[in-house]
């Protein structure tokens, strides 16, 4: 992956630093003001990134999720340990290759899911209700262009 610095930016007039801490403090402003409504028992964000990677790719491996969140192939087996003992994935062995396990979420790991995007978006929706107008169209006219920026960043490197 080829880096591309502040000063080299391709796309001019976009502060890059600026947006990515913007995302990164929504991101944890979004997690801290909605979970104490959900009644769901707090995850760590390692934890919760890996159980959001096995549930965007079902049957993925624990060498694949290390892969593409960039972590030591022992640390992401054991947060793994803690997610299959939380009864949020199962862990499947191949019957032709016992050395391969595929990773799966649960229906209870999907129940979490959607209440924590529900959450999400509530607090979301609360915070905007402070916005103009104008500054909610502009967050939504943006939606796709940053669901495309999600979607490139996810790509394993």
Known sequence: MESVGIDQNPAKGLDQRSLAV???DISSDIRRKSHNETGVRPLSNGVLEILRVIE???????????????RQFSNVSVQ???L???????????????????????AESQ???????GAW??????????LSPEEREQIAASLPALQRLAAVLAEPE
Not at 84 to 106: E, F, I, Q, S, W
Not at 111 to 117: P, Q
């Open 56 to 70: 965007s790719h079902p049957g993925i491996t624990v060498a694949e999720v290390a892969s593409r969140l960039g």
């Open 111 to 117: 129940r979490i899911k959607a209440l924590l995007e």
């Open 84 to 106: 299959v003992a939380a009864g949020l994935v199962t862990r499947v062995r191949d019957a032709a290759d016992k050395r391969y396990v595929a990773l799966h979420p649960t």
């Open 121 to 130: 978006a509530e607090a979301l929706a609360v915070a905007s209700s402070r």
């Open 22 to 24: 913007s995302i990164i």
């Open 80 to 82: 793994l340990r803690e």
